[in-house]
C-alpha cells in the first residue's frame, strides 16, 4: 500500500466514527459546545482591540480541532486540545493584566506555566493567578466568595483532562487502540468541555464585564444570562 | 462521581488537614483541645468530632519538636465487643489501650530507643522491642467476646496511680511537657455502666503530665459519683451554626475538599446553588448527611432533591431512629415514643406555622422548647433522638412563656423539609427566615408525654450480652457501607458482621480487583462501621 492509500484509509476510517458519534441519540451536549464557539466569538469580538486577542484566537481554533477530534475518534488528542484551550485563554486572560510579561512571551522571552494561572501557595494558602483575591479585587470584588469553588473546579477539570494526556493505566486504556468510535469517552469528553465552557466564562466575566461599555455587555449577554443565572453578582451586572 | 468519604476514620491521617474546612468555631474548638484543660466534645453522628480531634493530633504532631506536646488519639469504639463478669474489666481494658497507644507513639516518634524505666510498669512487666504485654491483655479483652469464659489475668495491669506515675517518669525522661490523650467514642451510649467507668476514669487521669480530652455522643450522660459535670471538664456541643453567614460557603468547601468531587458535580452545585442550599441546609450542619444526599443527587435537579430530601429525610433517617429499637429492644419504648413524638406532632405543627408565618410575611421557626422538669423518660428519649441527629440542643435555660425555665432544640432542617411536597420550591423561604424565637414549646405536664409515662415509668439499663450474639450473626447488609464494598466482600464469602471481624486483610486481597491499597481501606470502613454500628 502506498503512503497517499495509507492516509486515504485512514481517513475513511475517521469518517466513519464520525458517522457512528452523529448517530448517538443524544447530542444535546455537542451541539451546546459546538454553539459555544459562537458565544466565543462574541466576546472576542468585544475583545478585538485588546493585545491579548490573539492569543484568545488561538485558542478558539485549538478547542474547534479538538471538537472536531473528539467526533472522529481521536480522544486523546481532542483531551490535549481541550486542556489547551482551557490553558491558552487563561493565558490571555492572565497576560491581559501585565502587558509587559505579554509582550515578553510573544516574543519568545518568556514561557507559560499553570501554577501561574491556577495554583494553590503551599505556604500561605492563597490562590495564585486568576483566581486569586487580587486579581478578583481589581476587576470584579463582589465576585470573592465564588473564587474558591471555581478554582478549585478548574483544577479538578484540568487535571482530568491531563490523566488523558499523561495519566494513569486505568484512563489510557479507555482510550481505543486503533482509530474507533467509544461512546463513553465521546460523552466524557463532552462533559468535560462543557465544564471548561462555564469556568472560561466565569473567567471572562471576572475580568472583564466590569469594564465593558453598556452596548458590549448587551452584545455578551446573552453568552452568559442562562450559564450564571444562579449567580446575582453576575445577572444585576447584565440587567440593562 | 465515585464515594465520598463519609467518615473521618477512612480518610488516611496525613490527608485530614488538606481536606479540613475550617470555621472560627472549629478553630476554637482545636485550640482548647491542645490547651490543658479537659474537653469533653459532644455531638451525634457525623457532625466531625472525630475530624476535630484528628486535626488537633495532626497539629500537635506538626509542632512537637518545639511545644513538646505529644498528643495521643485513640478510640474505645470496641468497648461494644467487651463483655465479661468481671466488673473492673472495662476500667482495666481502657487503661491497658491507653498504656498500648503511648508506648507506639513514643516509639513513632523515635524516642523509645533508650528504654527508660518507667516503661517497664507501663508495658506490664518484661519491656521487649516486639511484643508488649499489655497490649497482648488488651487484646485479650478485645477478644473475650469470642470465648466469654476464659479468664484472663490482669495482675499485670498497673493501677491508675502506677498510670500516671509512669506518665511522669516518661514525660521527664524524656522532656515532653505533657501527653495529650484524644479520647474518641469514648463511651457506649446504651451502656451506662461503661459511661460512669469511663468519666471516673476521665477524672483520675487528671495529672500535670496528662491533659483528656474525649468525644462522647449526646445520650453519654451517666457521669458517675466521682466526675464533677461542671468542674471536671468543659463540654463542648459541636454543632455548626447554621444560621451563619458563611455556612453554605463552608458546606459547599466541604464537598470540594473531596478528592472523589470532581468537576462534573462541582459543576452541578454551581449551576443549581439553590437545590445545593437546600441540601446544606437540610444536614443542618452534620457533614456526613450532606455527602451522603450529595452523592444520590449527583445532577442537582430539582426532581433528584425531592426524591433525595424525602428518601433520606423522610424515610431513611426515621427509619434508622427506628431500627435501633432492634439493637436494643429494651428501648424499644423510649425509641418509638421519640420518632411518633417527632413525626406526628412535631414535624406538622411546625409545618402548619411556618405556613401562616410565611403567609403573613413573618420569620420562620424549626425549633422546639422543652420545660426542663420533664419526666425522665421523656428526656432519655429526646436525647436518642439527638443521637440520630434527628435534633439537636440549640440552648440550654431558655425562658420561654411565664418565665419557665428549659431546653430549646432545633429540628433537623431536612426533616422539616421533607413535610413539604416539593422541597425545591418551597424549603428555602424556611431557612432563610428562620429565628430562634419562636418555639413550639412543650411544658412540664404536656398531655403528649403521657403516653409514654404511662408505658415506660422508669428508664432501664439493658442487657448486652445477648444483643451482643445477635448482632453479629446479621447480614452485611445492616452497615452502613457503599455498595461496592458489600460486594466485595459478599465476592468472597464475608456474609455476617463477624465475618468482617474475623478477616484479615490478606484474606480480602484474594478478591478481584484489591490491592494492598484497597484491602487496607475496606477493611477500615468495614471495621469501622461495624463498631460505629454496635455501638447505636
Known amino acids: 500500500m502506498k503512503v497517499i492509500d495509507h492516509y486515504k484509509k485512514l481517513g475513511r476510517d475517521a469518517i466513519e466514527v464520525i458517522e457512528k458519534s452523529m448517530a448517538n441519540d443524544d447530542l444535546d451536549l455537542l451541539s451546546s459546545n459546538h454553539a459555544f464557539l459562537h458565544d466565543f466569538a462574541i466576546w472576542l469580538d468585544v475583545l478585538k482591540d485588546r493585545p491579548e486577542s490573539s492569543i484568545l484566537k488561538n485558542a478558539i481554533k485549538e478547542y474547534q480541532l479538538a471538537l472536531l477530534s473528539n467526533n472522529q475518534g481521536m480522544y486523546q488528542q481532542a483531551f490535549m486540545g481541550l486542556r489547551f484551550f482551557l490553558e491558552r485563554t487563561f493565558v490571555a486572560i492572565l497576560f491581559s493584566a501585565n502587558e509587559i510579561e505579554l509582550n515578553l512571551w510573544k516574543i519568545g522571552e518568556r514561557d507559560t506555566y499553570w501554577n501561574e494561572i491556577a495554583s494553590m501557595d503551599k505556604d500561605n494558602k492563597q490562590i495564585q493567578g486568576i483566581f486569586s483575591q487580587k486579581f478578583c479585587k481589581a476587576f470584579f470584588p463582589e465576585l470573592k466568595n465564588e473564587l474558591n469553588h471555581f478554582f478549585t473546579i478548574t483544577t479538578k477539570v484540568y487535571r482530568e483532562c491531563s490523566e488523558y494526556v499523561h495519566g494513569n493505566k486505568s484512563v489510557i486504556d479507555k482510550i481505543p487502540e486503533k482509530l474507533e468510535y467509544s461512546k463513553e469517552l465521546f460523552y466524557e469528553w463532552n462533559v468535560k468541555a462543557d465544564i471548561i465552557k462555564r469556568v472560561i466564562l466565569f473567567a471572562f466575566c471576572l475580568r472583564y464585564l466590569n469594564q465593558l461599555k453598556p452596548d458590549e455587555i448587551k452584545q455578551i449577554s446573552v453568552t452568559i444570562s442562562e450559564e450564571f443565572k444562579s449567580l446575582p453578582q453576575i445577572t444585576e451586572k447584565i440587567k440593562i | ?536
Request: hydrophobic share 35%; glycine share 4%.
Open chain 2, 1 to 536: 462521581m465515585s464515594d465520598l468519604l463519609f467518615r473521618t476514620e477512612d480518610i488516611p491521617n496525613e490527608d485530614i488537614l488538606d481536606l479540613f474546612v475550617e470555621t472560627n468555631q472549629d478553630r476554637d474548638v482545636i485550640e482548647k483541645l491542645k490547651s490543658v484543660s479537659p474537653i469533653i466534645l459532644v455531638g451525634s453522628r457525623g457532625v466531625g468530632k472525630s475530624f476535630l480531634m484528628k486535626v488537633a493530633e495532626e497539629e500537635l504532631n506538626k509542632t512537637f519538636i518545639s511545644e513538646k506536646v505529644l498528643p495521643v488519639y485513640l478510640t474505645f469504639n470496641k468497648s461494644s465487643l467487651l463483655h465479661s463478669s468481671d466488673k473492673s474489666q472495662f476500667s482495666n481494658w481502657m487503661l491497658s489501650l491507653i498504656c498500648s497507644k503511648v508506648i507506639r507513639q513514643l516509639r513513632r516518634k523515635g524516642l523509645l530507643a533508650n528504654l527508660p524505666h518507667s516503661i517497664n510498669v507501663l508495658s506490664g512487666g518484661e519491656y521487649s522491642e516486639d511484643n508488649l504485654k499489655i497490649e497482648e491483655v488488651a487484646k485479650l479483652y478485645e477478644d473475650s467476646w469470642k470465648n466469654p469464659s476464659n479468664k484472663i489475668a490482669t495482675t499485670s495491669i498497673p493501677t491508675v496511680d502506677d498510670f500516671k506515675d509512669a506518665i511522669q517518669e516518661i514525660c521527664e525522661d524524656l522532656g515532653i511537657k505533657r501527653i495529650n490523650l484524644l479520647i474518641d467514642e469514648a463511651a457506649h451510649i446504651f451502656r451506662p455502666e461503661q459511661q460512669r467507668q469511663f468519666f471516673t476514669l476521665f477524672r483520675d487521669l487528671r495529672s500535670p503530665y496528662i491533659s483528656c480530652n474525649a468525644a462522647v455522643y449526646p445520650g453519654v450522660t451517666s457521669y458517675g459519683d466521682i466526675f464533677q459535670y461542671t468542674q471536671d471538664a468543659t463540654f463542648i456541643n459541636i454543632n455548626r451554626d447554621i444560621f451563619s453567614d458563611s455556612y453554605i460557603d463552608r458546606m459547599r468547601e466541604i464537598v470540594e475538599k473531596q478528592t472523589d468531587a470532581d468537576s462534573n458535580l462541582l459543576t452541578e452545585i454551581s449551576r443549581n446553588r439553590n437545590n445545593f442550599e437546600i441540601l446544606a441546609y437540610a444536614s443542618s450542619g452534620n457533614p456526613r448527611f450532606l455527602l451522603k444526599s450529595i452523592s444520590r443527587t449527583a445532577k442537582l435537579s430539582s426532581t433528584q432533591l425531592n426524591e433525595t430530601i424525602r428518601e433520606f429525610y423522610k424515610v431513611e433517617l426515621l427509619a434508622e431512629h427506628s431500627n435501633l429499637s432492634e439493637k436494643y429492644p429494651g428501648q424499644t419504648g423510649l425509641i418509638d415514643w421519640g420518632r411518633q413524638f417527632v413525626e406526628n406532632i412535631i414535624l406538622p405543627e411546625i409545618q402548619k406555622k411556618n405556613i401562616s408565618y410565611l403567609q403573613g410575611d413573618k420569620q420562620t421557626s424549626c425549633f422546639i422548647w422543652v420545660h426542663k422538669d420533664v419526666p425522665q423518660t421523656v428526656k432519655e428519649s429526646l436525647r436518642l433522638l439527638e443521637y440520630t441527629g434527628i435534633i439537636q440542643e440549640h440552648g440550654k435555660g431558655i425562658k420561654a412563656t411565664n418565665a419557665e425555665i428549659g431546653t430549646r432544640f432545633l429540628i433537623n432542617l431536612g426533616c422539616v423539609f421533607s413535610q413539604e411536597s416539593t422541597p425545591s420550591s418551597t424549603s428555602l423561604p424556611i431557612a432563610r427566615n428562620i429565628t430562634s424565637k419562636r418555639m413550639t414549646e412543650f411544658g412540664m405536664n404536656n398531655p403528649y408525654f403521657k403516653d409514654l409515662v404511662d408505658k415506660i415509668p422508669d428508664f432501664k439499663e439493658n442487657d448486652m450480652n445477648e444483643i451482643l450474639t445477635k448482632e453479629l450473626a446479621k447480614s452485611i447488609d445492616v452497615l452502613d457501607l457503599s455498595e461496592w464494598i458489600k460486594e466485595t466482600l459478599k465476592g468472597i464469602n464475608i456474609l455476617t458482621v463477624k465475618d468482617i471481624l474475623t478477616t484479615t486483610e490478606a484474606n480480602l486481597k484474594t478478591a478481584y480487583y484489591v490491592g494492598d491499597k484497597r484491602a487496607r481501606l475496606v477493611k477500615t470502613a468495614a471495621t469501622t462501621s461495624v463498631y460505629e454500628y454496635l455501638n447505636g
